[in-house]
């Protein structure tokens, strides 16, 4: 009972995607078309642009912090984090070379002290 209905869907489905690729393809390659979109993607990008401006100056004028802001603390938090890490590993770097220093110094006095008891 079902697959009647089933298939009936499937063929629109198949018939509306046929006429919809032939319609569109029609247009990617109508160069009024595409210069028509272009001026509205173009008005598209001025109206978004001029909404976000008047959304950071409304949030200034809250005295709340507008996504740029936001947008300028993270990088500054990211750019405090690489320093931090860079700054530990360098740290690290040098405790390694502290504790291998005194070994080396232990063992150097410890062989200088047998030369000096040699040459006596």
Known sequence: ???????????????????????????????????????????????????????????AAMNLPSRTDIVKILQKLTDIEERLVDLTERFEDYVDAQAEKPAETTANHSHEGKNKKHKK
Not at 26 to 39: C, D, P, T, Y
């Open 1 to 59: 009972m079902f697959t009647m209905g089933e298939d009936m869907m499937k063929q629109w489905a198949t018939n509306w995607e046929k006429l919809m690729g032939d319609h569109l393809e029609k247009l990617v390659h109508n160069e009024k078309f595409i210069s028509e979109m272009s001026k509205s993607i173009a008005a598209t990008m001025t109206g978004k642009a001029m909404c976000s401006k008047m959304l950071d100056e409304q949030m």
